[in-house]
């Protein structure tokens, strides 16, 4: 059984940094595959990033957030981060935190996560 809480997420401007914190209560966090989407209001869920375990722990992002996100991960704290720096409007969405308990590697579809959070919703003004 795997539990997230996502935090973080709050009204910022445009241009701003913005750190998203997602706690995991897991008996296995070290195995984990873990990611972080978001869903705007009326879009599909998208992937913006995750952390592999496996083969070895790395990490990959959408490629047109790489400029602008960043995943990492506290093995100490059992939680995984998103930074995001450069906020624009388009960035408004609830951002959820995911779990693959199976620790596949790279893992991107909504499907491939056992694991979700309830979200916490980001909105920026311009």
């Known amino acids: 059984q795997v539990q997230l809480v996502e935090s973080g997420g709050r009204l910022v401007q445009a241009g701003d940094s913005l750190r998203l914190t997602c706690a995991v209560a897991s008996r296995s966090f070290s195995t984990l595959t873990l990611g972080w989407f978001r869903q705007a209001p009326g879009k599909d869920r998208q992937f913006i990033a995750g952390i592999n375990t496996w083969p070895r722990r790395s990490a990959y992002i959408e490629e047109s957030m790489e400029d602008r996100f960043l995943i990492f991960r506290d093995g100490d704290r059992k939680e995984v981060y998103l930074e995001m720096f450069g906020v624009k409007p388009e960035d408004t969405a609830v951002y959820y935190c995911?779990?693959?308990?199976?620790?596949?590697?790279?893992?991107?579809?909504?499907?491939?996560?056992?694991?979700w959070g309830r979200g916490t919703q980001v909105t920026v003004s311009s």
């Open positions: 995911a779990a693959d308990e199976y620790g596949k590697s790279n893992s991107r579809l909504v499907g491939d996560f056992d694991y």
